[in-house]
């Protein structure tokens, strides 16, 4: 079924919601929004089944065939579960690199200060990227950083980070690699023979295409079983989780027995795509597709085409005073179509969504959509102001 179709059905149904064009929680395909119609006992032996499938089809993605690593749902949102990797793989005397280059990387490094975690932070500002070279530099510089972390795609805007060269200089460094690849894993390509990492976090609700309610970290057994007596939280224990877990089949605390039921059927459907390369074609596409529309209507995106992630896009706002965002936001939103404000700190922006159950038909609908919008608003060109593109030109590569 078409995905625009599988919405109609879902009208006809009496669930008539906007699109998100958000990086989630974002649209789930109907059938997934019906997985949560039965309740689940959590001791029971068909929930714990349903546990372990999940852990099973999440590993799967890795193509891990040593079976070096394994996976750790953790209840609540992804920043959980990033707040359970680093507090259970970071030592109470290890030190963190922490990579910045938007909201999620600052996030990590207030983590740690909640953590009392020692930590440095390279801060590049809110979106050029981290680079091999500079993490060389800083590492051999300080020898008692043990760890560094880095956002896979830094959804805060789109941009998407280098973590191949990130990696090859954390490893022949010495030093082990911890990432949030949030709003990445499950369309975009993170195998340990591609990429070396020592542990990961993302969430149900992000490129699985689940709802909301856990987060997960997969990490190597032998850094899982290293993390005993690290944490400094219970409920945020990644170890006691597995460990708990590999014994009983059971989550320690009340699990979001819906979720995992809905995020069941959301990976037989990622499986049905053709698990991640064919998310990411899809997403890919989405991308494309909606790019090429906003920028037929003036728009201009923060990164050029080498940067842009098929996660999410940052557009400036147009330069024409009659543009106003909040207003835009409206409109669009009364068209069905949920958009997402900015977070550059030095011009004004906004940012549009390619995951979730949607396609190409879709995106060409978001940016029709956009241009009636400006038509509506009087906003007779999307052209951004001289200070974006002047912005722009900073990230050269
Ligand atoms: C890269 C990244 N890290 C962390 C988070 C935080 O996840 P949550 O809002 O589910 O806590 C997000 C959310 O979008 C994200 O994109």
Not at 28 to 46: C, E, F, N, R, Y
Not at 269 to 296: F, I, K, Q, S, W
């Amino acid at each position: 079924m078409g995905l625009s179709l599988q919405k109609n059905e879902a009208a006809r149904q009496g669930i008539d919601s906007p699109y998100l064009l958000t990086p989630g929680p974002l649209t789930t395909a109907l059938s997934v929004k019906q997985a949560m119609l039965k309740d689940w006992g959590s001791w029971d032996s068909d929930f714990r089944a349903m546990t372990a499938t999940l852990r099973r089809g999440l590993l799967d993605l890795l193509e891990d065939a040593d079976g070096a690593y394994d996976c750790v749902p953790i209840q609540g949102s992804g920043t959980f579960a990033v707040e359970a990797m680093m507090a259970s793989f970071v030592p109470r005397d290890g030190k963190v690199l922490v990579l910045v280059n938007g909201a999620y990387g600052k996030r990590i490094a207030e983590t740690l200060v909640y953590l009392g975690r020692e930590h440095v932070v390279i801060d590049k500002g809110d979106y050029l990227p981290p680079r091999g070279p500079e993490v060389a530099e800083a590492l051999a510089a300080d020898p008692a950083i043990t760890h560094v972390v880095v956002v896979h795609c830094e959804t805060s805007s789109g941009i998407l980070n280098p973590i191949e060269e990130i990696s090859e200089a954390v490893y022949a460094a010495g030093r082990t690699l911890l990432l949030d690849s949030m709003s990445a894993f499950g369309a975009l390509p993170i195998l340990p023979r591609h990429v070396r990492f020592e542990a990961l976090a993302s969430s149900a609700n992000k490129c699985i295409e689940g709802v909301p309610g856990f987060g997960f970290v997969i990490a190597r057994k032998t850094g899982i079983e290293a993390a005993k007596g690290n944490s400094h939280s219970l409920s945020l224990d990644v170890y006691a989780q597995w460990a708990a877990m590999e014994k009983t089949g059971q989550w320690r605390f009340t699990p979001p027995t819906h979720v995992v039921a809905a995020f069941l059927e959301a990976l037989r459907l990622h499986r049905e795509e053709g698990g991640c390369p064919g998310r990411l074609a899809r997403y890919t596409e989405n991308r494309d597709v909606m790019v090429a529309g906003m920028r037929a209507l003036g728009f201009e995106t923060l990164l050029k085409d080498r940067w842009l992630s098929p996660i999410i896009v940052t557009f400036f706002d147009p330069a024409d005073p009659k543009f106003e965002f909040a207003r835009f936001y409206d409109r669009m939103k009364a068209k069905g179509f949920i958009i997402y404000p900015g977070k550059l700190t030095i011009v004004d922006s906004f940012r549009v969504g390619c995951i979730g159950r949607m396609d190409a038909d879709v995106m060409r609908r978001v940016t029709g959509a956009a241009g009636e919008t400006l038509a509506e608003m009087g906003v007779a060109s999307a052209e951004p102001p001289e200070k974006a593109m002047i912005e722009r030109a900073k990230l050269t590569a």
